[in-house]
T-cell receptor, first 115, second 108 residues
């Protein structure tokens, strides 16, 4: 099975711009979660999508949004970029069915730099 | 609120020595605990989860609810164990709360 893929791998933007990151989950996985990783804050949960619906959301401002398509692919959007948004954005997929949490399979991440 | 604490940012041990990576958590309900590992230039991957009660690559972790801990242990460290280790917790919501990570270096 192909792993989780994320595009682009690297991105440079300037303050005030917006950005869209993409994630393709493992085939058959219906849950996609997004995380932000920074040296100062570590790994922080952004949100989770399951069957095109946002199921969970972390404590991030409304500038961070996402969506999921019928093929389970997901996009994450950040509007009005700030310097502090520079981070590695990780996507993780899992089957997502039933109670509890399944093993999450992580992608390689998208490194976003905001200048 | 749920919180995971990994008190050691860096940990070095010699090859063949025992290793213990500490993890403490704060959660009012019954959590699911995990250890994730990231080897150099590889993606984050699951090492083990407490409900499986299994040993992976010689590592084990026992959930101690009294001490709210989930320490990762291996009796004899190998050089290939050098990596970044993250403890993570899942509460009632399907999201992972990660600790800050411990960089383990196994010296020859």
């Amino acid at each position: 099975k192909a792993g989780v893929t994320q595009t682009p791998r690297y991105l440079i933007k300037t303050r005030g711009q917006q950005v869209t990151l993409s994630c393709s989950p493992i085939s058959g996985h219906r849950s996609v979660s997004w995380y932000q990783q920074t040296p100062g804050q570590g790994l922080q949960f952004l949100f989770e999508y399951f069957s095109e619906t946002q199921r969970n959301k972390g404590n991030f401002p409304g500038r961070f949004s996402g969506r999921q398509f019928s093929n389970s692919r997901s996009e994450m959007n950040v509007s009005t970029l700030e310097l502090g948004d520079s981070a590695l954005y990780l996507c993780a997929s899992s089957p997502g069915r039933g109670k509890g949490i399944y093993e999450q399979f992580f992608g390689p991440g998208t490194r976003l730099t905001v200048l | 609120a749920q919180r995971v604490t990994q008190p050691e940012k860096l940990l070095s041990v010699f090859k063949g020595a025992p290793v213990e990576l500490k993890c403490n958590y704060s959660y009012s309900g019954s959590p699911e605990l995990f250890w994730y590992v990231q080897y150099s230039r590889q993606r984050l991957q699951l090492l083990l989860r407490h409900i499986s009660r299994e040993s992976i690559k010689g590592f084990t972790a026992d959930l101690n609810k009294g001490e709210t801990s989930f320490h990762l242990k291996k009796p004899f460290a190998q050089e290939e164990d050098s990596a970044m280790y993250y403890c993570a917790l899942s509460g009632s919501a399907r999201q992972l709360t990660f600790g800050s990570g411990t960089q383990l270096t196994v010296l020859p």
